[in-house]
């Protein structure tokens, strides 16, 4: 046996949650409105992104916003970043305003001093010893004289400041004599009233995150930080020249921001048409006279019929100190009603901080807080309010806090919401993989990976009820693996599959991951362009059969246990009931296979934390009789985890006798290529072609005894592609290059 020879050369980037398809090629377009916009003193930074037409229909719409640190440093402290976008509703308004008569190097005063010829000012030269004089800088004055168009300028003149005194000296510089610039005329301004029309616009929270806390200098000036939010529901506002904001709300130096919006061409499975703002500000809560309900108040909706659903989007963080850890250290809920009666109740709350992907901050970084973390993007509440309301008629709608009140104030809650209408659910059966949680290098799922189990989230995008899937993954030039899933996924809900371990080798550089969803119901899936996603990976290590596992606790010992499973959850391993600042040497011996290490903190502090005062504890795994295998990070806050083999990795393999290999003209090709000499290995073969950025754009299935395959490379854009020849006995990759 010997391994594959895999040539693939070309798919160098960064295949993160790319979707694929088979019967259409999937069309990225990227637009990018902010790009390392330098955040700073609670300011506003606005840029307008160019958009396609409106004509393009798109399936998903992702807002890709990149955090980084300017040349002076990050920002030591967590601040809310809150991205807006300005939608052109279409209409003009009009609003009472006033034209002053004349402006003064562009600003207004109420009145002004001027001459209309040259005046100087004196001063005493130092050189000649001598009174000299400099000519003033004139002003410029702009006059507006037509009321009947008092917004266009009628004359620019130039006149000079007057109304000081020029001062004569000696030959030491002393004052022997002054003289007074008098005026020609006083001007004062007057104002013209008049209705000033513009287009009416609305603007729209579209995502929110909190900063992390950086510390001037702990990041590097390189360091970067990725976040993706789902914006699908704005995507029809996304034509033509869109402006974005986004406010930092940070009384320091801050972070560079940069907007990518990532817009998916394709059938949403159903289309947001309308958008209604609901509640929008920063409200105050607990103040004592001025309770948060005056400002959440019951909105009167009218459900047109096309809707076929409404949902309720709503981003809420809690932010102030008023002497009772409100808002950001206390949690309330929020009552969502309509027409009076209430259906949703969340608790305005995110526990999961300890657990936050962006770890080792320089602050209180895993403290649970009012629906935020330190370093992570605020998630909506998503209420779908369709069983409640009544089209054509019109409805309430009425969002409400716990009440409270405290003396001292600070408090607030920081609210975006909408009332999003959608279009009919456009396919009967249809499954969509959703995200790759594993195995990936996306630093979102950083505390998960390398991972022995991979892990995706697949969702129904079709109106029937989904009880059953296969889902077919693996590495890609390595074996593959299909998974038959059971369940009850109704329309737009989302289910996180862990699937059977299987061998990642690969030789492809760098590695990747693939993973398809089809037969849902046993059934032909109705749109194949949500079906596959790519993602990066890096295997995880291979420890020896047996070590040290050397676990120093601290002054909270009793907090802290760990375990190690194998890849089907079965526990082989665990300890706790730790004793207080001792130093455990525990030593494990683990049959080949693959395995998943987690240790818990029970306190969510980790085993150091340098905002309590339990000392500082150590983890690490050690080979026998010495040497270190992996050190483990004492600030990990809830838990920290470890996927590892024991006895390494399957080996990608062919047999001597029936090398796999083919022919691919013309090179470079412009409306079609062939692929011949398909039977030098006479057995069923697969043909898949990819773009550069790993979007799977041909496939197809070649039984045994055919030659050749012609491929129409008609409708794919200029550049590079890799065609990809697989069949039982490996897999072989070339570089295509089309041309037009």
Not at 394 to 409: C, E, F
Request: net charge negative; with cysteine.
């Amino acid at each position: 046996m010997k391994k594959i020879p895999l040539l693939l050369s070309v798919l160098a980037l960064f295949f993160a949650s790319f979707n694929v398809s088979k019967a259409q090629r999937p069309d990225t377009i990227n637009v990018l409105a902010q790009n390392k916009v330098h955040m700073n003193w609670y300011g506003v930074f606005p840029a307008w992104g160019v958009f396609p037409p409106d004509t393009n229909s798109y399936r998903k719409v992702l807002l890709n916003f990149t955090l980084g640190c300017p040349n002076s440093g990050c920002s030591p402290w967590d601040y809310t970043v809150d991205i807006y976008l300005i939608h052109k509703m279409g209409i003009k308004d009009s609003a009472l305003d006033k034209a002053p008569t004349f402006t003064v190097n562009g600003g207004i005063d109420d009145s002004i001093k001027i001459k209309k010829d040259t005046t100087w000012t004196t001063y005493y030269d130092t050189n000649t010893h001598t009174t000299d004089s400099t000519a003033n800088v004139p002003y410029t004055i702009i006059q507006y004289k037509d009321s009947l168009t008092p917004t266009t300028a009628t004359d620019t003149v130039k006149w000079w400041k007057v109304g000081y005194y020029n001062y004569y000296y000696n030959n030491v510089g002393q004052k022997i004599d002054s003289a007074f610039v008098g005026l020609d005329s006083t001007m004062y301004v007057k104002y013209y009233t008049y209705w000033g029309v513009y287009d009416s616009v609305q603007t729209y929270e579209i995502a929110r995150m909190i900063t992390p806390y950086a510390g001037y200098g702990y990041y590097p000036v390189s360091w970067t930080y990725p976040y993706v939010f789902d914006v699908t529901d704005f995507a029809r506002m996304m034509h033509d020249s869109v402006q974005i904001q986004v406010l930092y709300s940070g009384y320091t130096d801050g972070f560079d921001a940069t907007c990518n919006f990532e817009m998916i061409t394709g059938i949403p499975p159903h289309k947001a048409y309308k958008t209604l703002p609901m509640w929008n500000g920063t409200f105050p809560y607990g103040s004592v006279g001025n309770p948060i309900s005056n400002y959440l108040v019951k909105r009167p909706v009218k459900i047109d019929s096309a809707a076929s659903a409404v949902r309720l989007r709503i981003l809420q963080t809690g932010h102030g100190e008023d002497g009772n850890n409100c808002s950001e250290f206390c949690g309330n809920y929020q009552h969502v009603f309509v027409n009076s009666a209430e259906h949703f109740t969340p608790l305005v709350w995110r526990d999961v901080c300890g657990l936050n992907p962006l770890w080792h901050q320089p602050g209180t970084w895993l403290y649970d807080r009012a629906n935020w973390c330190p370093g992570e993007l605020v998630t909506p509440y998503l209420d779908n309010l369709t069983p409640y309301v009544n089209p054509n008629q019109v409805d309430t709608i009425l969002m409400t806090m716990d009440p409270y009140t405290s003396p001292n104030g600070g408090s607030v809650y920081t609210i975006g919401s909408e009332l999003v209408y959608y279009g009919p659910i456009n396919f009967s059966l249809d499954a969509s993989l959703d995200d790759i949680i594993s195995p990936t290098t996306n630093p979102l799922y950083s505390r998960l990976n390398p991972a022995c189990n991979p892990q995706v989230v697949i969702r129904n995008t079709g109106s029937t009820p989904i009880t059953s899937l296969d889902i077919t993954y693996g590495a890609l030039g390595g074996i593959s693996n299909t998974y038959h899933w059971t369940g009850n996924l109704l329309f737009d809900d989302t289910n996180k599959v862990t699937l059977p371990a299987i061998s990642l080798a690969t030789s492809i550089t760098p590695a990747m991951f693939r993973a398809k969803v089809s037969n849902p119901n046993g059934a032909a899936d109705q749109y194949g362009n949500n079906d596959s996603m790519l993602s990066a990976f890096t295997n995880v290590p291979v420890f020896p059969s047996s070590f040290i596992i050397q676990f120093s606790t601290n002054a909270a010992a009793s907090e802290d246990s760990y375990f190690i499973a194998d890849d089907l959850g079965n526990i082989v391993h665990q300890k706790g009931g730790f004793a207080n600042n001792t130093h455990y040497r525990d030593t494990v011996t683990l049959p080949w296979g693959c395995y998943h290490f987690e240790i818990d903190d029970a306190g969510k502090d980790g085993i150091s934390f340098f905002a309590n005062n339990d000392g500082n504890g150590t983890l690490s795994f050690s080979k026998i009789p010495s040497g270190v295998l992996k050190s483990f990070q004492a600030d990990f806050g809830t838990s920290i985890i470890q996927d590892f083999t024991v006895g390494g990795a399957l080996a990608v393999t062919e047999t001597e006798n029936q090398p796999i290999d083919y022919t691919v003209y013309p090179n470079p090709a412009n409306n079609q290529i062939t692929v011949s000499q398909l039977l030098k290995s006479d057995m069923d073969k697969d043909i898949r072609m990819y773009s550069e950025l790993g979007a799977l754009v041909y496939e197809q299935h070649i039984s045994a005894g055919t030659d050749k395959q012609s491929i129409s490379t008609y409708d794919l854009a200029p550049g590079i592609y890799c065609l990809v020849v697989s069949n039982a006995d490996g897999v072989v990759v070339k570089k295509i290059s089309i041309v037009h």
